[in-house]
């Protein structure tokens, strides 16, 4: 294992055991569950969209150093970003972990892009990536309590 990648299982690490953004969100604009059933990974994601922007984000559940790394990484990354930002920010997170690259945009959570060299554990860093833009289509569509996503759908 090379230096950087320690730096990476570190910051991912770190992440997962202390999580950024954990608990609920009050109020919030939607409430969106994803699960992964391949890892066993449950998360409650909460977004609060004001004025076109995505003012808060925070999440609940359990699973995975991964999983949770990354829905707290996730939940820094899109705050304060507009929706269609935040949509565009989930599509580089999935090109970086299927091995297109870690876009700028990403900042910190770049720290994921190990990830692609992993193929078991992709579902793991995707689930809040994919929860966050399901969330987003569920409160574009007037949605309070957005129907449960799973990642064996992509
Ligand atoms: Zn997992």
């Known amino acids: 294992m090379g230096f950087l990648d320690q730096v990476y299982r ?3 690490l770190e992440h997962a055991r202390s999580p ?3 608990g609920e969100l009050d ?3 939607v409430r969106q569950e994803g699960v992964n059933p391949s890892c066993g990974d ?3 994601l909460y ?3 004001e004025g076109g922007e995505v003012a808060g984000a925070s999440f609940t559940g359990h699973g995975c150093a991964i999983s949770q790394a990354s829905a707290s990484l996730m939940t820094q990354a899109v705050r304060g970003l507009r929706v269609d930002e935040a949509k565009l920010l989930v599509e580089r997170f999935k090109d970086m972990v299927h091995g297109r690259g870690a876009h700028p945009s990403l900042g910190d ?3 994921l892009e190990g990830v692609s060299k992993l193929h078991a554990r992709v579902k793991c ?3 809040a990536w994919i929860a966050l833009d399901a969330g987003l289509d569920a409160e574009a569509a007037g949605k309070t309590e957005a129907e449960q996503i ?3 759908q992509e």
Do not use: C, I, K
Request: aromatic letters at 4%; charged letters at 25%; a neutral charge.
């Open 42 to 44: 449950e998360l409650v």
């Open 27 to 29: 109020p919030y604009s």
């Open 47 to 49: 977004l609060r969209v």
């Open 125 to 127: 860093a995707t689930l």
């Open 150 to 152: 799973s990642v064996d």
């Open 109 to 111: 959570a770049a720290v």
């Open 10 to 12: 570190d910051a991912v």
């Open 20 to 22: 950024r953004n954990r």
